[in-house]
């Protein structure tokens, strides 16, 4: 009998979801820090969920997330080897500086755990590719935490561009602005300027609003161009290595066309702040982080709202990896959409940092 790979993986999952039945699925949680505490709240509303065990190597972070986590009554390391090695783990939370996803990840998913991974997934070709092999030779359950792919609103809005609303899609302008730099002195300043370990603000932050553009697109750039800089907060804090602003040029299949800007800067009262979407198409623009409003190119047409606003849970992203785990359902992000969220931003940072035309082969990953 020829039985695909696909069909393999997924009768596995649903088969490890029938195992659980009314059992627990064992979590543990490394990094609970800003976003990891963030995760640990999702993770304590799941009624599937248990958290054994917590990891993070500041013990201030993890006194609060276990007092937070106290009906569960975890154990806590300061070594994240511990949450690996725990056979009644079944579930791994990784919430560490970025450069340390790959590995985590990878261990996670060779000790047979099933992985949320936060954004990106790596801060090098190198670490993604690792991850993407690890991922694909289990059938354990990976999301990447690009959370954008759980919300409702957008993914309407997308479902109906891709049905073909606005007609092709021809052109993307986008932007994640910020009123200010990450505060120098807060509790992640050790490692965030620092490129080595964060990525610096586009692969760190952007990854998030580079996977919905090529979501929309339905397609991941084929190169890319563009300059970045220190402008602002030069040598601040001192031995600074991140841009804080940046513009680029991503081409896509078919000529697609994105213009991308970010920035640390872009004062609080000043219009079209923080981030935005425009989705050009042959038909009309959409606004798709605001609105999801259609605006059509003909003169007596009226603009048409592509999808409408809804209530979002801040933790359905979270959700939808336990029913992943325990029902066999298909997750919103896995390992490919992963991979292709941190490679774009990967992708744009070394065409601002060579200040030249990279390609997509030059990464060297196969997704």
């Not at 990094?31 to 304590?44: E, K, Y």
């Not at 081409?251 to 872009?266: A, D, I, L, R």
């Not at 003909?298 to 979270?318: F, M, S, W, Y």
Request: charged content about 20%.
């Amino acid at each position: 009998m020829n039985i695909n790979r696909r069909s393999l993986l997924l009768g596995s999952a649903v088969a490890a979801g029938a195992a659980y039945g009314q059992q627990k699925v064992g979590t543990g949680m490394i990094g609970v820090g800003n976003r990891g505490s963030h995760l640990l709240q999702g993770v304590l509303l799941q009624p599937d969920a248990k958290v054994v065990a917590l990891c993070d190597i500041k013990p201030d972070r993890l006194d609060k997330a276990a007092s937070t986590a106290a009906k569960d009554n975890p154990a806590t390391y300061a070594d994240w080897r511990r949450i690996i090695d725990r056979k009644d783990i079944d579930a791994v939370f990784i919430a560490t500086p970025p450069y340390l996803h790959s590995e985590m990840a990878i261990a996670a998913l060779k000790a047979g755990k099933h992985v949320y991974c936060e954004k990106p997934i790596g801060v090098t070709p190198a670490q993604v590719r690792a991850l993407v092999e690890a991922a694909r030779s289990t059938n354990r359950v990976f999301v990447p935490g690009q959370q954008m792919r759980s919300m409702k609103q957008l993914s309407e809005a997308v479902r109906k561009i891709r049905e073909g609303a606005i007609g092709d899609v021809i052109m993307v302008k986008a932007q994640r602005h910020a009123t200010a730099d990450l505060p120098h002195d807060g509790s992640s300043g050790d490692w965030y300027f620092d490129v080595a370990k964060s990525g610096g603000y586009l692969i760190e932050q952007s990854v998030h609003n580079l996977d919905a553009c090529n979501w929309v697109i339905g397609a991941h750039p084929l190169r890319a161009c563009g300059f970045g800089g220190i402008l602002m907060y030069k040598n601040d804090p001192p031995g600074r290595t991140i841009f804080d602003c940046g513009s680029l040029t991503y081409e896509y299949p078919n000529g697609v066309k994105m213009s991308f800007t970010q920035n640390v800067f872009h004062p609080r009262g000043m219009p079209n702040g923080n981030q935005l979407i425009y989705v050009y198409g042959t038909k009309g623009a959409v606004d798709l982080l605001s609105t999801a409003t259609m605006y059509p190119l003909a003169r007596d047409g009226q603009p048409t709202v592509l999808a409408q606003k809804q209530q979002e849970n801040q933790h359905a992203h979270e959700a939808a990896f336990y029913d992943s785990i325990t029902k066999g359902a298909k997750p919103p992000a896995d390992i490919t959409i992963g991979a292709t969220a941190a490679l774009t931003s990967i992708l744009g940072h070394e065409a601002m940092v060579k200040q030249t035309v990279v390609t997509w082969s030059d990464l060297g990953v196969d997704v």
